[in-house]
């Protein structure tokens, strides 16, 4: 069983950077793809970014790309997700994925396991 746990959220001014690490126990963490995603008050979960268990860079959606950079420690079985000039729009849930599947995806449906989330409040 594949347990996620997130940290690193917070509230933070408009411009600044956060760090949200996802610390994976319970499975072979080379095997397992990561993704992050993000919920805001009365929208649907969105996918943010994900990258490849050899660390091959970031795939991103649109709204963070070139902000936003997610990497992997697969020594530590952590990923990251570096948040670099945040806006108030930002501001969500954020959450770390899982799944055994070989190759990451945007689609939440494809993911088995998730962690609880953690706030992250960008003020203007």
């Known amino acids: 069983q594949v347990q996620l746990v997130e940290s690193g959220g917070g509230l933070v001014q408009a411009g600044d950077s956060l760090r949200l690490s996802c610390a994976v126990s319970?499975?072979?963490?080379?095997?397992?793809?990561m993704a992050w995603f993000r919920q805001a008050p009365g929208k649907e979960r969105e996918f943010v970014a994900t990258?490849?268990?050899?660390?091959?860079?970031?795939l991103a959606a649109d709204s963070v790309k070139g902000r936003f950079t997610c990497s992997r420690d697969n020594a530590k079985n952590t990923v990251y997700l570096q948040m670099n000039s945040l806006k108030p729009e930002d501001t969500a849930v954020y959450y770390c994925?899982?799944?055994?599947?070989?190759?990451?995806?945007?689609?939440?449906?494809?993911?088995?396991?998730w962690g609880q989330g953690t706030q992250v409040t960008v003020s203007s």
């Open positions: 994925a899982a799944d055994t599947r070989p190759f990451a995806t945007r689609r939440k449906e494809d993911y088995a396991y």
């Open positions: 319970g499975g072979t963490f080379k095997r397992v793809v």
């Open positions: 990258t490849p268990w050899n660390g091959g860079g970031t």
